[in-house]
Nanobody
Framework: QLQLVESGGGLVQAGGSLKLSCAAS????????VGWFRQAPAKEREAVAA????????YFADFVKGRFTISRDNAKNTVYLQMNSLKPEDTAVYYC?????????????????????WGQGTQVTVSS
């Protein structure tokens, strides 16, 4: 069983930055594709960014392109979401999710239903 724990959320002013971490345990994290999702109050969950097991393929939602980056350090079993130029509309609970792919493909996944394992989420609040 893979366990995921997000950290790094908090309160930041508009224009500021935060770096979220998704730490994995229980399995070899390099065999998993990872996605970051968010859910704001009264809104549906949406994909923010995703990475393949190697980090060689990445995805960013249009609303974060140019502001967010995703990276991973498989030696540390951690995936990061660097969030810059934050806006009040980025306020949400951010979740990381993982799907076992092995090393045979370099795909990322953008649907919540593609993922098997989820973290508990970390709150990001951006004040105007």
């Amino acid at each position: 069983q893979l366990q995921l724990v997000e950290s790094g959320g908090g309160l930041v002013q508009a224009g500021g930055s935060l770096k979220l971490s998704c730490a994995a345990s229980g399995r070899t994290f390099s065999n998993y594709a990872v996605g970051w999702f968010r859910q704001a109050p009264a809104k549906e969950r949406e994909a923010v960014a995703a990475t393949s097991w190697s980090g060689g393929s990445t995805y960013f939602a249009d609303f974060v392109k140019g502001r967010f980056t995703i990276s991973r350090d498989n030696a540390k079993n951690t995936v990061y979401l660097q969030m810059n130029s934050l806006k009040p509309e980025d306020t949400a609970v951010y979740y990381c999710a993982a799907r076992r792919t092995g090393n045979s493909n370099n795909y990322y996944y953008t649907l919540g239903t593609d993922y098997t394992y989820w973290g508990q989420g970390t709150q990001v609040t951006v004040s105007s």
